[in-house]
Structures are given as C-alpha cells and as structure tokens.
C-alpha cells in the first residue's frame, strides 16, 4: 500500500492528495497515517508547496465525510433500529445499543466529531452518527475543519521533519497501515462472533 500511495501522490499531486483523503476518509482501512506523513514528505523535497498539501489534506478530509453524514440523516435512526434486527451481527449493533449511542450523541455530539477526527478509523464513522441525530450540518462541518485540520497538521509536520529518514522508515509504515487494515477487520470479527442481539421486540 505504500508504494501505491507513494505514486499516487507524485503522480496526481495535490489532486492526487485531495481524491487520497477522500478516499481515506470514505474507506477507514485505508490510513491517513499513511497519506498525509507522504504528503509533507513531498512538500519538504521540494515537489510541492507545504500551503497546497494544507488545503488537499483537510478539504478531501472534509468532502470525504459528507456522505456519510448524509447518509447517516437519509437513513435515520427507525431504519437504521429494523435494520439491526435483521442484521444485527452483521452490523454488530442491536437497538439498544443505537438507543445508548444516540442519547450520549447528543449530549456530545460536537466533541465526538471534533475528537473522533483525531482518531484512526473513527474519522470516518463518527459522520454516521451525527447525521442520524441530525446534527446541524453547518456544524458539523465546522466541528470537523478543526479536528481534520489539526490531525492532518500533525502528520504533515511529522512527515516534512522525518524528510531525510524517510526511505529508512518506509517498510515500517508499510507495516504499520497493513496493521491498521488487520486490527480493524480482526475487530469487526471479534464483534460478529460475540454479537448477543437484546432486542425482544420488532419495532
């Protein structure tokens, strides 16, 4: 996967950047850990402009979670409760656990989006749910600038500093996103097979 980032980003350039981050922030797996340390790789040897990658991170960042914003409000919370009965292990959620999730959203529904973008994987999720307790878009998006743009900030420095030990460390990135694939699939896993549906009644 590194090598395949790698050239995407020297190839595509700041587009390239902005449709990774996209990417990214649709399909977890795919690690921003990853993306944006490459990205200020690039603009400390000179390829690019540190401003320009800035804008490529946080805006794919940001376009990449409306979907599921929006498909989190389209869905709503009635669907997303028949759905779970249905499929409940495979969505490891039962309607309780929806109920409990939504009540603590709504209590803290700006903090979660805000930190939930400084965390791997919960960057992309943490739209679900704010768009099925019909969090106000605007600030939702707001929420998410600063959360997207102070973990994509950190990575940048992180990659723009590392320049020169770069080729070094590159099999351990290698590494380290193929892990962040394994543990999220070896979750998910976890959580089917210990999946206990509570639910006693059709909704």
């Given at each position: 996967m590194f090598s395949w980032i790698l050239h995407v980003i020297e190839s595509g350039g700041y587009i390239g950047i902005f449709l990774l981050m996209i990417l990214e922030t649709l399909f977890p797996p795919i690690p921003?850990?990853?993306?944006?340390?490459?990205a200020g790789f690039a603009a400390a040897?000179?390829?690019l402009n540190i401003i320009g990658?800035?804008?490529?991170?946080?805006?794919?960042?940001?376009?990449?979670?409306?979907?599921w914003y929006v498909l989190g409000r389209a869905y709503g919370i009635a669907r997303l409760k028949k759905l779970s009965l249905r499929y409940g292990r495979v969505l490891t959620l039962c309607a309780d656990d929806i109920d409990r999730a939504q009540a603590w959203f709504k209590k803290h529904g700006h903090q979660a989006v805000f930190f939930g973008r400084l965390m791997p994987t919960v960057r992309s999720l943490i739209s679900v749910p704010a768009g099925i307790a019909h969090m106000p878009f605007?600030?939702?998006?707001v929420y998410s600038f600063f959360g997207t743009f102070i973990w994509s900030s950190l990575l940048l420095f992180a990659g723009y500093v590392l320049e020169s030990q770069y080729d070094q460390i590159s099999v351990y990135i290698d590494y380290l996103s193929n892990a962040i694939i394994i543990a999220f699939v070896s979750i998910y896993i976890y959580r089917v097979i210990t999946y206990k549906?509570?639910?006693t009644k059709e909704i």
């Open positions: 921003s850990e990853v993306v944006i340390p490459l040897k000179g390829d990658v800035i804008v490529a991170t946080v805006g794919g960042g940001l376009v990449g979670c409306i979907p605007l600030r939702f998006m549906n509570k639910d």
